[in-house]
């Protein structure tokens, strides 16, 4: 099964930026879809931003205009570009499979130790 490594997290300040990373230890031009998750204390899981392996892109109403997701099918890398940071987006941030289409909450791989952003002043 494909391992999934997520990097890139530290603090920020408000309106900050940031660019996380996910690597994966086999070719992800297989998988229809990879996403980004987050998860702040007390609350669910929840998907933030995917992509298709043809570049078609689902966000979060709350990440709109502020996160890009990319994807690298020859690095095998998806990327998530992070703007305009907001206290609310504090939380560990996962990489994954959406398993039943873009916009999944479902996940088709195993979670890994994720990245933790922090927003703050």
């Known amino acids: 099964q494909v391992q999934l490594v997520e990097s890139g997290g530290g603090s920020v300040q408000p309106g900050g930026s940031l660019r996380l990373s996910c690597g994966a230890s086999?070719?992800?031009?297989?998988?229809?879809?990879m996403g980004w998750y987050r998860q702040a204390p007390g609350k669910l899981r929840e998907m933030v931003a995917s992509?298709?392996?043809?570049?078609?892109?689902h966000y979060a109403d709350y990440v709109k205009g502020r996160f890009t997701i990319s994807r690298d099918n020859a690095k095998n890398t998806v990327d998530l570009q992070m703007n305009s940071l907001k206290p609310d987006d504090t939380a560990v941030y996962y990489c994954?499979?959406?398993?039943?289409?873009?916009?999944?909450?479902?996940?088709?791989?195993?979670w890994g130790q994720g990245t933790q952003v922090t927003v703050s002043s």
């Open positions: 994954n499979r959406p398993a039943y289409g873009i916009d999944s909450d479902y996940v088709a791989g195993s």
């Open positions: 086999t070719s992800i031009s297989r998988f229809d879809f």
């Open positions: 992509i298709s392996r043809d570049g078609q892109t």
